[in-house]
C-alpha cells in the first residue's frame, strides 16, 4: 500500500473516533481533538478538559506514526484496537508495528517486529 493510502486510513479513523467520542460527550467541560502532523507523519486522539471535581483531565486515546513505511502504533486506548480496525482497511499486518509492547515482545504477536 502506498504512504498516502496509510494517512488516509489513519486519518479517518481517527476523525470517527472523534465524532463518536464528541456525540456520546455531554460533557461542555471536555474536548475530544483530532491531531494531523501530516509533514512528520503523527497522529493522535486526545482528551483535555476539567472533571467536575475541578482536577484537569487529559489522556491520549490513540497515538500512530508513520515511519519506514509502517504504522507504528505508539499507543492505543481503545477496546476494539486501532490495529484490527486498519487491518479492515486492507492495512498488511507485516506493516504494522504495535510500538507499546516491547521490542523482544513484538515477535509473539502477528504483526510487525519493527
Known amino acids: 500500500m502506498a504512504l498516502e493510502e496509510y494517512r488516509t486510513h489513519i486519518q479517518e479513523l481517527l476523525s ?18 483530532i491531531i494531523f502532523d501530516t509533514k512528520r ?3 493522535q ?7 467536575p471535581n475541578g482536577h484537569r483531565n487529559y489522556g491520549c486515546v490513540l497515538h500512530l506514526d508513520i515511519k519506514d513505511g509502517k504504522i507504528w502504533i505508539q499507543h492505543d486506548g481503545t477496546e476494539e484496537g486501532i490495529a484490527n480496525a486498519l487491518v479492515d482497511k486492507g492495512v498488511p499486518k507485516q506493516d504494522i508495528v504495535l510500538a ?15
Do not use: C, I, N
Open 16 to 33: 470517527e473516533r472523534g465524532q463518536r467520542s464528541a456525540q456520546s460527550s455531554t460533557r461542555t467541560d471536555f474536548e475530544t481533538q
Open 41 to 43: 507523519d503523527h497522529y
Open 45 to 51: 486522539l486526545v482528551h483535555v478538559g476539567w472533571k
Open 100 to 114: 507499546f509492547h516491547h521490542p523482544s515482545m513484538r515477535k509473539h504477536t502477528e504483526f510487525a517486529v519493527a
